[in-house]
């Protein structure tokens, strides 16, 4: 099993430009997440899934889309790329929604935007 | 407001033991967690603890109170791999997990 995959691991873009991350995973889990890793801070949840078809906000959306047309694979867009977005994307996913649930994270992302 | 603290870093020598301690204030408290993060890599599961007491697993121990909103993770006999960074994380009342900013541990021979 390949876990939870992301692509691009790596993308510069420049202010206004847009562009998607895609996760895929493969543990046909119903839970999926989009974090957000930035130096001193800890993980932000930006947008997450209970499943397919479904989608909320997490702590900061703002600027952020996404889509759960699959139950493997969770879409993370962004419309106009700001510097302030310039970070390290972690997807994630879990079988379910209980405390005791752990997460499988990707391999991440690295956007910088100029 | 919802906040964890843990130490920014923490130095410990090669086959030596280092606690790391995590602090944390949520809106409710559905369980704790401790990742483990290398350097460029995506964050690994390490333990969780959702009642009071030690929780070990080989060279790992992880301890709670909740009482006192505390954590912390023993780690024993350290090696060389065991330089990272380690995360705490509090599953609050709505079943989100909060995420400490990290505690980078460095190993020394």
């Known amino acids: 099993n390949a876990g939870v995959t992301q692509t691009p691991k790596f993308r510069v873009l420049k202010t206004g430009q847009s562009m998607t991350l895609l996760c895929a995973q493969d543990?046909?889990?119903?839970?999926m997440y989009w974090y957000r890793q930035d130096p001193g801070m800890g993980l932000r949840l930006i947008h997450y899934?209970?499943?397919?078809?479904?989608?909320a906000k997490g702590e900061v959306p703002d600027g952020y889309n996404v889509s759960r047309l699959k139950k493997q694979n969770f879409l993370l867009g962004l419309e106009s790329a700001a510097p302030s977005q310039t970070s390290v994307y972690f997807c994630?996913?879990?079988?379910?929604?209980?405390?005791?649930?752990?997460?499988?994270f990707g391999p991440g992302t690295r956007l910088t935007v100029l | 407001g919802q906040n964890i603290d843990q130490p920014t870093e923490m130095t410990a020598t090669e086959g030596a033991i280092v606690q790391i301690n995590c602090t944390y204030q949520?809106?409710?408290?559905?369980?704790l967690f401790w990742y483990q993060q290398h350097a460029g890599e995506a964050p690994t599961f390490l333990s969780y603890n959702v009642l009071d007491g030690l929780e070990e697993k080989g060279r790992f121990s992880s301890f709670l109170s909740r009482s006192k909103g505390y954590s912390y993770l023993l780690l024993k006999e350290l090696q060389m791999k065991d330089s990272a960074s380690y995360l705490c994380a509090v599953t609050d009342s709505n079943y989100q997990l909060i995420w400490g900013a990290g505690t980078k541990l460095i190993i020394k021979p």
């Open positions: 899934s209970v499943g397919e078809g479904t989608t």
């Open positions: 543990m046909n889990h119903e839970y």
């Open positions: 949520t809106s409710g408290f559905n369980g």
């Open positions: 994630a996913s879990s079988s379910g929604g209980e405390s005791h649930n752990e997460q499988f």
